[in-house]
């Protein structure tokens, strides 16, 4: 069974940083790409950023490029997503999800296996 695991949610004031860890476990991990994503209350998922583990391109949305790093560390089937100056309008359910399409991709749709999400709240 494919599993995904996120931590490092949290509440911090704007500006502020955090590190997110998505951990996976029972698939060949470099076979994927995984993205993260964000879901605030009453709104859409919206894709933040991804990683094609085979070659390490990446992909983020124009709203945390420059703030967020998406990377992975492969022996542990780990990736990692620390966040710089983060802002308020950021508080959001964040989920990291698999693909096994190896492209960078956003698209919630392309996505079929989730972690159950970590919460994010930037206070003001």
């Known amino acids: 069974e494919v599993l995904l695991v996120e931590s490092g949610g949290g509440l911090v004031q704007a500006g502020g940083s955090l590190r997110l860890s998505c951990a996976a476990s029972?698939?060949?991990?470099?076979?994927?790409?995984v993205g993260w994503f964000r879901q605030a209350p009453g709104k859409e998922r919206e894709g933040v950023s991804c990683?094609?583990?085979?070659?390490?391109?990446?992909l983020y949305a124009d709203s945390v490029k420059y703030r967020f790093t998406i990377s992975s560390d492969n022996a542990k089937n780990t990736v990692y997503l620390p966040m710089n100056s983060l802002k308020p309008k950021g508080t959001a359910v964040y989920y990291c999800?698999?693909?096994?399409?190896?492209?960078?991709?956003?698209?919630?749709?392309?996505?079929?296996?989730w972690g159950q999400g970590t919460q994010i709240t930037v206070s003001s």
């Open positions: 029972g698939l060949a991990f470099d076979e994927y790409a």
């Open positions: 999800g698999l693909t096994p399409f190896s492209v960078r991709t956003m698209n919630p749709a392309d996505f079929g296996t």
């Open positions: 990683l094609v583990i085979s070659d390490g391109r990446t």
